[in-house]
């Protein structure tokens, strides 16, 4: 049968235990914890995933899966569009099975920034603004509005210019 809970105020789950259990025919597929004051949402099944599903008008959709296995990913939308994850030695984020580009988008007067593991700039952009390429977190390529900046030497296997140029130095 069916069991149906229906009150008129709060309905209360109080685990001195501090796992609430949540079983299918006997067999635990998931639980929920407190941890140190932490609310853990656990899948108790051997690789199965945690999905966020919800209704997008009037079509059932996947919104978000935490895949739990060792290899695990989170994948956004419901083809799997976007997916986020860790494989061997390397982290990835990626537009898998979506259609068009991946987009970054920083905040009004923010700045798109790629650090190494110290903190130190490699890559940065700026909204409508420069782009300035790092070595050893010294700028040493930026985009202007007239062009391009280069701080150190510029070494080329080749160089054509169109229109005037002027070269300075020895």
Do not use: W
Not at 58 to 69: G, K
Not at 131 to 148: A, C, H, P, R
């Amino acid at each position: 049968g069916t069991l149906y809970i229906d009150v008129g105020g709060d309905i209360n789950l109080d685990a001195a235990g501090n796992n609430i259990c949540l079983l299918a025919s006997g067999t635990q597929f998931g639980e929920f914890t407190n941890s140190s004051s932490n609310f853990l949402i656990c899948s108790k099944v051997n690789d199965k995933d945690i999905i966020f599903c919800g209704v997008d008008n009037t079509v059932a959709i996947e919104a978000l899966r935490l895949d739990m296995s060792s290899a695990g990913k989170v994948t956004f939308g419901a083809g799997g569009d976007l997916q986020i994850y860790h494989c061997s030695n390397h982290n990835y984020i990626t537009a898998e099975t979506g259609v068009g580009s991946l987009y970054i988008r920083p905040g009004d007067g923010n700045t798109v920034q790629i650090e190494d593991k110290d903190g130190q700039d490699m890559i940065t952009a700026g909204g409508a603004g420069a782009v300035n390429l790092y070595y050893n977190n010294s700028k040493k390529f930026e985009t202007t509005n007239t062009g391009i900046d280069v701080t150190g030497e510029v070494q080329s296997d080749s160089l054509d210019v169109d229109g005037a140029s002027q070269l300075d130095g020895t």
